[in-house]
């Protein structure tokens, strides 16, 4: 990948209107360094205005960045240069269905699916809105059931929207896991708007017990939280409410890490009071 | 304390960190201590394999969401702390009482790590 980058800065530098900065800054995204693929795309857009793509690319590195409202305005521009496009819908849609603004999603969903039938996260994902606002599905079923979360939902509400009042309206996504590593309630859209709820559970399956095995050997008490930074985001776990299951929070990779604290904290009251309202 | 290894001023500036019992250079990928600088009484053996391991899981559980390389590690606990920070394979495990300064022992290990302190 770093061969592409010097490739792509190289020929950017001999011919600076070469559209080379959308692989360059697509690139730089996916290798965390999202100041540098702002820049380049921001110098790219200086002389091609007009051109889609670099705003579709600029908006999924404000998602990185948590801009969300900059993504939105972002893909807005997208779909005034190019009202079909799927991309855009798509990312709008997944950013109101992280928000649990369901209706606006299911909105945008419909009309990304409807561009872009092939695309399973879109179906899926619209399969979720459409369930959790009541509507009949209009995916094939084995879609609609595939990332589901594995509790039945509490209250009448939809498994998946458990914390979507408690996180905010910044890059922030919460997840409750049982002991298993199977997903019990929230969901996982990582930046580029898939939802990898399921992935994120079986890799973190078993950190409850690690942790308080490490724990008991070192004499340290019981575990009550593990964070960890990542290039993109910080993200912070600690035991559930019950069950030795999983919760775990996480937001952009410049928000304060007290913050992200005090939002898990929020997240394990929400998660006690679902557990206790399902019970 | 350890033999002379290339980890060992890194690891002498870690333990002398205030609130900190032990430091470590870990394998990630088997949880083998590669070199430590330890308190009497500290299980290194043991707390090595499952820091490695939380690393790794923690490291994957970032890459299956796509947020990238995970880089700094801490849990806490009642009476104590454990930090892990990895790359090339190896991880750099502290563990810290509760008055330890966090913020201090998290820039001491970035700072080793860009250092070039694992490779």
Known sequence: MSDDVRRWSDELARDPSSHVFLNLGEALRRQGQTAMALKVVLRGLERHPQLAPAHDLLARIAVDRGELERAFDEWDIVLRLSPDNAGARKG??????????????????????????????????????????????????????????????????????????????????????????????????????????????????????????????????????????????IVAMAPAPRGGGLLLVAAARDTPLGFVRRLLGRVSDRARQWLEDGA | MSSRSPFSEMLATLIRQRGVVGSMVVSESDGIVVDSNLQIGVKGTVVAALAASLYRKARLSASAAGLGEATFLQLEAERGRVFAIGRNDLVMVTVAETRANIGLIRVAMLRALEDGGLG
């Not at chain 1, 498994?159 to 298993?180: C, H, K, P, S, W």
């Open chain 1, 92 to 233: 709008m849609g997944f950013l109101c269905f992280q928000q649990g603004r369901l209706a606006e999603a299911e909105r945008h969903l419909s009309a990304a699916a409807n561009g872009d039938p092939a695309d399973a996260s879109i179906a899926s994902a619209l399969a979720h809105v459409r369930d959790s606002l009541g509507a009949p599905p209009s995916v094939p079923q084995h879609e609609a059931d595939a990332p589901r979360a594995g509790a039945p939902a509490a209250g009448g509400q939809d498994a998946r929207t458990v914390f979507a009042g408690v996180i905010g309206e910044g890059y922030q996504t919460a997840l409750l896991l049982d002991g298993d590593g199977l997903v019990l309630a929230g969901a996982y859209v990582a930046p580029d708007g898939r939802d990898v709820a399921q992935e994120v559970g079986a890799q973190l399956s078993g950190v409850s017990d690690e942790a308080q095995r490490a724990m008991r050997h070192l004499e340290l008490g019981a575990w009550s939280s593990i964070v960890f930074e990542t290039d993109a985001a």
